[in-house]
């Protein structure tokens, strides 16, 4: 995906149920929704709460939430 229209049209092609545009967002948006995760949770959350630091990790965090994100693209129709 080089542009927003491309980015518009996988979308599209995704929330109608195409894998293989499921698949291209997974794999050129995780990456990047992963880092700031993890950026954000360094600067403020893990500052905070270190007792928690144990009972996960920013990549299990973020791949629950960013699975349940593209499985629920078909539901914005």
Known sequence: MT???????????????????LQALAETLYPRVRELVHRELQHDFRRRHRWILPLFSTRDVVHDVFAAVLRGLGSTR
Request: hydrophobic share 65%; net charge negative.
């Open 3 to 21: 542009d927003l229209m491309d980015l518009q049209r996988t979308l599209a092609a995704a929330a109608a149920g195409d894998a293989a545009a």
